[in-house]
């Protein structure tokens, strides 16, 4: 394993960022990961490729999305807060950037079929809908904890012609979606492609969705240098599996900007892991002494994971990017104040990075920084969760 | 307590024109897993393997999953699993299967040095792919572990060489593309996987995933080496077939193993 | 009552469209509509006010929203369908645009406060947002009847700091909502705007909003003729008030673009409607032969509304566009059909114009002809409805 | 059947001397509303206003929309309502009070005839804005109904004064910026309101809208020349009160301004 130089540049040949990542995958997947490996880099180098993934992203998928500044709470902060505003993305997150370059990617393959996990939904609506506009057929993994939790988000996706199948092994939650649609790949890797969630799981994943997120740092580099006439002081956002985060930071791993990332307090794979190796990648994760994966626990179904991508690791393993964690009652807090003072009701998952924001204004972030937060997702899939917990702390009717 | 090293005995018994059978059960699955391992020793096996519970069993159908679970449960620990297998007296070698993480977790030098404690020599960790052998391989093979890999319907034919090259104890034919699981019928693949691997390695190839009775391990012994029977086994232990059930199976797949197919 | 010439241009000064319009108010609220229409033309003849809109529909609300083409359906139903794509602005959909023309207005009339009635909660939770983003205070007036069937957006409006009242007069829906809303205006209008939400009411809402809106159909002009190298033969909205129709029909009226506004068959006010007077506006109104208000009755919320805006009477009238109706089965099949097959799930109330686009394709709608459909808004907000009524049908488990 | 006109009566009882007191009721809020209405003009009532229920009252307040409710589940309609006022005997003029939809649906011609038969001399359009007052106001005064039009707080002196030249019968001084209801207090704007229409005009003035007790209505006619009372008459009646409970409380409005303010 030879160490990358480049920040956020390629990983090696053998998918390694620094000393994780790499392809944990049994010898049945290995093929498919070797083709899909092949099969990226050749899209990845073709004009055309990235023509088609552009235009769809901006004719079906809404990019650009906006750069919005926030100019009561940033008052009230003392730092000047802007958003990336991927909640405004087609399907209501920045997932919908990794699904379309994968699902183009799966036809160029010649494949008919993919199959995607999804915890609380956001990625698995993401593929139905991507294979809904591309005509592939569409099964989706989901806990069966989940599916009831997120019944009309199985819906949702059942309405955009896709199969929801609950999975009842494990916790039934989304770890044990990966196993299952990695099992299902195993048998159906023929003709499927397995569209992973976040930038995780055996080389090319964590290399290739980085790269189809990132997009959307691209764009943000721009209009924030356009705003504020330079990158911003903070970049932050929040960190599942380390998406969004990767997205946005590619950006600007190569500027002076403080790149944070911000997992939920129960499942801070950066701050509380060892290195161990599940899904297919070495990375951080929440494991016992013996290798038993620990289940993670957070009020947002999007951060619920016990690893990290293992890019992630690295960063932090080299200092370029720094985890912060924040905790259920902080995020809740969070996501009111945006939603009252700017007009925004974030998804609970950014909502993690905006309560770490607001608790390090005055203190890690010193006053009159500049502030870039990954608006990754809008809060109408957590409405419904965050008025039953309100309720039951007493805090609405 | 020294036991026949893996890759010896199988080659052994291969010249001595055995077919070779190899049941697998789930360390702690049930609380007589260890009589049940001495059982199959006696009723015909040639080396048993060892799951090593691990919470996460990508490879796994629902049936070695629920073992898995079920010993997890009962409070078996990978090291615990392995330390009691140490005190039993068996003629035939023992190969520890789980996850590359129990390994990594611990250590590659106490992971090897734990499975010889407890007089396994053959270590098959189904996620640690030919690329990430490095490390690992070298560790085991200088303890005295023969790190047996896979190679399955869909590996090519450059690849299968690369894993024939590196696998030690024999080869391990994944006779279908799917996680382990009972089948009624035998996958076409069997065959096909099996003509693959034989003229890139003098090493015994045995077909393990869904191969389930009798007749299955009967039909690829006739071009294989040797037979691996799992969930079939841990199905009949996990519905409380215990010792003698899990000796009655083995024995009936010996007898047909040695009788050929029919 | 001077008739006026170009279609789609200013109404009279008396805010008359023909023989549809004018300001049928309470004298109370006579002086505010004056006020109102003075500010609104002194506003919209300021170029820092059409700036100021501009760049807040763009950095907040995400404009331009794009225009997709939907390849799958166009081949199977024999045309090219084009969607204009207000389900992706802030809040999910067109209604931003209106509240934030009239958020802005507040506050350059130097009031404080905003009521809004809503039906399901679509101008609702928007009204909250941009009060909530221009620090105003907010009140949405809601018939009991929705504030129970749509609960989430309750909630959703209280997230962004608004009160939500609900209305126990009438039928406890949208129109006791707009005849609530209008009572409170009576008596807090000195520091209080009514941020009406469609093209109705008296002078000078129906002309105010509609210019709001036109900046959608501004920039489907642009993005069509990019498209097509020409206009589209048919430009296709669903018509509740009929603020999303005008918005979009205002950018191709002086086109030879057939115009179609689809009503649901419950609430066809042009077709089953006689000329009446309603929320300060003569236009076709559901009535009975004494002049009492007859309710609507749809499947979508957004279009259970006994009038329509008076524009559209008389675009009815003098034959510029034709009005049709969809009823709650075809609508139903329409938003599944899109789901599948573009991976878009619409609002109910476009897949009432979806619906017709299907039925006429191939007969009013020649094959081979060119069509966009404004997708006024997203079917999140509908999607728990739709799934009731297809389970009550046995079409869903 | 012919009644005094609404103008020629008003103005006659003022130059009189005497303060004007005019109830308002909802036909068919109640079954006997009819004899209420006879029972309101013995008892000291000088018109009476006569609201027509229109199903979306944007003007009222909760109680009057109540009544509107009650009187249309009831089956009143516009025009029963009128057909059977048309047969009281009565020394009084009657105002109808209505939302203009009523009128254009009936078209003005026919709403005008009906009102004519039913003995009534003045309406009430409250969402007829003075802009759109053509049209209705040349019918209604061709067929011998006064239009009485509305100044409200807000209005401007100008519009007053345009308002004051097209109003007839009298001029309605709206007290309270809001809706009709009860109010404990008299709105401060119920001065400023009759000041600023009466150098405007020699019509008579009379405040509605929040004059709900005794001492209201002395308070106001002692600068205005009379007094509307509607929402808190229209809930005795809802409240059951019936002819006896509304000629008590008309006695006692009728004392209250005949003695004067406190
Ligand atoms: C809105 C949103 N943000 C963030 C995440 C976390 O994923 P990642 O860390 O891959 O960005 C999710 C996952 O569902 C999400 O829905
Ligand atoms: C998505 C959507 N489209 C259309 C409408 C109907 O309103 P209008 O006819 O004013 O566009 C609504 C109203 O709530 C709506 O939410």
Redesign the interface.
């Known amino acids: 394993m030879t160490t990358i130089n480049t920040p956020m540049g390629e990983p090696t040949a053998e998918g390694w960022f620094g000393s994780f990542g790499g392809r944990y995958a049994p010898e049945s997947l290995m093929p498919a990961c070797l083709e899909l490996e092949a099969a990226f880099r050749d899209a990845w180098a073709d004009p055309a490729f990235h023509a088609e993934f552009e235009s769809v992203l901006h004719h079906f998928g809404g990019r650009p999305t906006p750069v919005t500044e926030c100019l009561r709470l940033s008052n009230q902060l003392g730092i000047r807060l802007l958003l990336k505003r991927e909640d405004l993305a087609h399907t209501g997150s920045h997932k919908i950037n990794n699904v379309i370059g994968q699902a183009l990617l799966t036809k160029r393959m010649g494949k008919t079929k993919m199959i995607a996990e999804t915890g609380a939904g956001q990625h698995g609506v993401a593929s139905a809908t991507a294979a809904a506009l591309l005509g592939l057929e569409c099964t989706v993994y989901m806990g069966e904890v989940d599916t009831q939790r997120q019944a009309l988000n199985v819906f949702r996706m059942e309405l955009l012609g896709a199969t929801v199948h609950p999975v009842t092994s494990g916790s039934r939650t989304l770890k044990d979606a990966v196993n299952e649609a990695m099992r299902t790949w195993v048998s159906e890797v023929h003709d499927t492609h397995y569209c992973l969630g976040s930038v995780m799981g055996p080389h090319p994943f964590p290399w290739m969705v980085r790269e189809f997120q990132s997009i959307l740092g691209r764009e943000a580099r721009g209009q924030v240098t356009d705003l504020l006439g330079d990158v911003p002081d903070f970049v932050v956002a929040c960190v599942g599996g380390g998406s969004n985060a990767a997205g946005i930071f590619s950006g600007f791993a190569d500027a002076r900007s403080a790149l944070i990332g911000v997992e939920a307090a129960g499942g801070a794979a950066i701050s509380t892991g060892t290195p161990g190796v599940l899904h297919g990648m070495k990375s951080q994760i929440l494991q016992d002494d013996d290798g038993q994966i620990i289940e993670a626990h957070s009020i947002s179904a999007g951060l619920d994971y016990p690893g990290i991508g293992p890019e992630h690791a690295h960063l932090a393993d080299i200092g370029r990017a720094t985890y912060a964690s924040a905790g259920d009652d902080e995020v809740l807090d969070a996501l009111q104040m945006l939603s009252k003072m700017e007009g925004i009701i974030p998804a609970l998952e950014p909502a993690h990075a905006l309560a770490w924001i607001i608790r390090a204004a005055g203190k890690e972030i010193p006053l009159g920084s500049t502030v870039l937060l990954n608006m990754s997702g809008r809060g109408d899939k957590d409405v419904a969760q965050v008025r039953e917990v309100l309720q039951a702390k007493g805090l609405y009717r | 307590m020294i036991r026949p090293r893996l890759e010896t005995h199988l080659r052994a018994q291969v010249a001595n024109g055995r077919k070779l059978l190899i049941p697998y059960l789930m360390a702690g699955q049930c609380p007589e897993w260890l009589q049940v391992v001495e059982g199959l020793a006696a009723a015909g096996a040639d080396a048993i393997e060892i799951g090593l519970p ?9 049936v070695i ?1 629920a073992a898995a ?1 079920s010993a ?1 449960h009962a409070g078996t ?3 615990g699993a392995l330390a009691e297998l140490s005190a039993l007296n068996l003629e035939i070698p023992l190969v520890a299967m789980t ?8 250590g590659h030098e106490r992971f090897a040095g734990r499975l010889v404690e407890a007089g396994v020599s053959g270590a098959i960790l ?7 052998l490095d490390g690992w391989s070298e560790v085991a093979l200088a303890a005295g572990i023969d790190p047996v ?8 034919v450059e ?1 299968t060489a690369a ?1 024939c090259q590196r696998s030690h104890g024999f080869v391990y034919a ?1 006779g ?4 382990t699981g009972e089948r009624t019928e035998l996958a076409t693949s069997v065959h096909e996987v099996v003509d693959k691997i034989r003229p890139l390695t003098d090493l015994p190839v045995c077909v393990g995933v869904g191969v389930s009775t009798p007749a299955h391990a009967a039909t690829v012994t006739a071009f294989a080496d040797g037979a691996i029977v799992g969930s079939a086994l841990v199905r009949r232990l996990l519905d409380g077939g215990g010792v003698a059930g899990a000796v009655e199976f083995i024995s009936q797949l010996r007898s047909a193993i040695d009788e050929g197919p029919a």
């Open positions: 691990f919470s996460d069993p990508i490879m796994d159908g629902p999953q679970v997890l620990t990978p090291m996850y590359y993480n129990v390994a990594y977790r611990a189904p996620d640690l792919s030919l690329e990430e890999l896979l190679v399955a319907p869909a590996t090519g690849r894993i994944v279908t593309m799917g996680v």
